[in-house]
């Protein structure tokens, strides 16, 4: 019926009842190792019993052999004249967190240490090990399903409970058994449509106490809702792209659509698509070119319908990272080379979280191009990068980067 801490307080206030009242006295706690230089001797047993009664669990502490370490400098700075017996006593449990072996093997042939075990034989605790979204996404848009991951480990026995995440007046639960001396991630998935934006926080809690441990059955993390991303397309009939309007939707973009006679004022999204544009005028591409200096653009072809001198002006040269030379056919067709990319690439970086889909459309039934556009970048350039090849060695997708 009390904490460890509270033992290890006990048996500290009685040793002090055994030593005498001109000696010098240190208290050094190891959940406030930045505390450890303002500590200064004490000549008062009582101010040192209300040190230690005034010490309290915290959720973080460093290993105990810091403070032994400390300890002991401060003793060997001890001047010579003063010739009573040096003490080192040490409270402490026998977790393998609380220790580690950086502790100098150096003698200190005036110094005393005394262990004091409070530890447990056979400790039974529940614990929350770790939180934390999946692939440390932060923050998330309106709309996104947030995957939160809580890391539970149970020690001494068989463990059975529930955790919960509650968000605001809403409350998830994971009921879950788990085996001795076993850990497990359990998974929350949060809709973040009806969420404000700004900050929000979870917290995850057993439903039941079952151990003395208390302050790892608790833990918050904090989250940040944006708004969607406001983006625009570009294209010369709208009501021939809405595949690829519901493809952003579905991505969780605010999608607006124009036709370049409508001439938006670009600086107002957050991403510009120009797809199946025919021919972009000088303006278009100087438009374009300064938007880019900030955010992004993707331009997709307009197929058969292109026109090289369109895409071949100077002020498309200056914009785009390569220049369009002749339309190519292949039979079956063409198809990404995925296999031989990294996919590190931001824009390919979500094709890693797909792969772990069971029978993924699209890797099951790789996507062909039968009819392609041979291009070549428009010079040597180490802003100028190919982001995808075709399988023939063609490039699929290429990048530039504009200088800030």
Same mark, same amino acid.
């Given at each position: ?27 050094? @706690? ?50 010579? &004249? ?154 010369? @009939? ?43 005028? @000088? ?10 200096? @900030?955010? &992004? ?35 079956? &067709? ?71």
């Amino acid at each position: 019926d009390q904490t460890r801490l509270d033992f290890a307080k006990k048996r500290a206030l009685e040793l002090l009842e055994q030593l005498p009242e001109e000696g010098r006295f240190l208290v050094l @706690d190891v959940a406030d190792p930045d505390g450890f230089a303002r500590e200064d001797w004490s000549k008062s047993v009582e101010k040192a019993r209300q040190r230690i009664q005034r010490l309290a669990l915290r959720p973080q502490s460093v290993p105990i052999t810091r403070a032994i370490q400390e300890s002991l400098r401060r003793c060997d700075s001890l001047e010579e &004249g003063e010739r009573m017996p040096r003490f080192v006593c040490v409270f402490s449990d026998r977790t393998k967190m609380s220790w580690e072996s950086t502790l100098s093997p150096r003698t200190h042939d005036a110094t005393t240490v005394l262990y004091f075990d409070v530890g447990i034989d056979a400790p039974i605790d529940l614990g929350i090990v770790h939180a934390d979204f999946i692939r440390g996404q932060q923050p998330f848009a309106q709309g996104d399903r947030i995957e939160l991951n809580a890391l539970v480990k149970a020690t001494g026995e068989r463990m059975t409970n529930t955790l919960l995440c509650r968000i605001g007046e809403r409350e998830l639960a994971q009921p879950f058994e788990m085996d001795k001396n076993a850990h497990r991630t359990l998974s929350f998935l949060i809709s973040s449509e009806k969420l404000a934006p700004g900050f929000h926080q979870a917290e995850l809690r057993f439903e039941t106490n079952i151990d003395a441990l208390v302050f790892n059955n608790t833990r918050f993390v904090t989250f940040e809702v944006q708004k969607k991303p406001r983006v625009l397309v570009l294209a010369d @009939d709208v009501s021939k792209v809405e595949d690829f309007v519901l493809a952003l939707e579905v991505l969780n973009h605010d999608v607006a659509t124009k036709t370049p006679a409508d001439k938006a004022a670009l600086h107002e999204y957050a991403a510009v698509f120009v797809i199946d544009v025919a021919a972009p005028t @000088d303006a278009l591409w100087q438009a374009l070119g300064a938007y880019a200096q @900030d955010r &992004g653009v993707c331009v997709i072809p307009a197929g058969n319908r292109l026109q090289p001198s369109a895409y071949n002006t100077a002020a498309a040269r200056s914009f785009l990272p390569a220049r369009f030379v002749e339309p190519v056919s292949a039979s079956p &067709g063409s198809e990404w080379n995925l296999d031989a990319n990294p996919l590190q690439h931001a824009f390919l970086r979500p094709l890693l979280a797909w792969a772990e889909i069971p029978n993924l459309d699209f890797r099951r039934y790789p996507r062909r191009a039968t009819r392609s556009w041979r291009v070549v970048p428009q010079e040597k350039s180490r802003d100028i990068a190919t982001v995808v090849e075709y399988d023939d060695g063609r490039p699929a997708i290429l990048e530039r980067e504009f200088p800030k």
